[in-house]
Each structure stands twice: as structure tokens, then as C-alpha cells.
């Protein structure tokens, strides 16, 4: 059974950072994409961060560029979300996704889910 389970959302207070993972078990990801999608309150679910597992390329949404790395261990089948400098409007649930389709932004391309990590920024 495939499975993609997130972890390390909390509460931080605005400015501060948190370090997100998400471990896949079941199959190896090495040769598709890994993602990060965010969903807030009464919002639909958008694309933050993505890396291709095969070449490492790694893309961003503009509104975490600068502030969000993304990166893998295919060695743990694992990918990490840094996040620095977190504002307010950060604050959603996180979930990790997995596509064939590299660099693909689109919620509707993912074809494994997590059932994600709550990340809530204070003011």
C-alpha cells in the first residue's frame, strides 16, 4: 500500500521557520515528482513547492520563492519543505502529492496524497 505521510506543522509566530517531511513507503518516487500543496480555510488547494526526483530540478509558487526550499533523500524516499520567514497567510493545512507528470502545478495531475500537516502562523 502506498502511502505518503507529512509531518512537523505546528504553531510558529510570523517570521520563524519550520522544516516539514513527507515519507513515502510502499514504491520508490526516483523517477516522478514530489510535491507540496497548501489549502487554508474556505481556499482551494494551491501548488507551493515541487522537485523532480530523477534531476532534482526544484520549482516554486511566486508567493514562497525565497522563502520555501524543497528537497528529497531518495535514499529515504523522503522530501522536505523548508520554511523561513512564514507570514500569517502561510498558515494551511500541507500535503504532499506525487505526479509522473514532472513539474506539473496542478492539484488534478497528483495521483498519491498525503493526509497532511497543519501549519499555523500567529501575528
Known amino acids: 500500500q502506498v502511502q505518503l505521510v507529512e509531518s512537523g506543522g505546528g504553531l510558529v509566530e510570523t517570521g520563524g521557520s519550520l522544516r516539514l517531511s513527507c515519507a513515502a513507503s510502499?514504491?520508490?518516487?526516483?523517477?516522478?515528482?514530489l510535491g507540496w500543496f497548501r489549502q487554508a480555510p474556505g481556499k482551494e488547494r494551491e501548488f507551493v513547492a515541487g522537485i523532480s526526483q530523477s534531476d532534482g530540478i526544484t520549482y516554486y509558487a511566486d508567493s514562497v520563492k525565497g522563502r520555501f526550499t524543497i528537497s528529497g533523500d531518495n535514499a529515504k524516499n523522503t522530501v522536505y519543505l523548508q520554511m523561513n520567514s512564514l507570514k500569517p497567510e502561510d498558515t494551511a493545512v500541507y500535503y504532499c502529492?506525487?505526479?509522473?507528470?514532472?513539474?506539473?502545478?496542478?492539484?488534478?495531475?497528483?495521483?498519491?496524497w498525503g493526509k497532511g500537516t497543519l501549519v499555523t502562523v500567529s501575528s
Open positions: 502529492a506525487a505526479t509522473s507528470r514532472w513539474y506539473s502545478r496542478q492539484p488534478d495531475d497528483m495521483y498519491y
Open positions: 510502499g514504491r520508490t518516487f526516483s523517477s516522478d515528482a
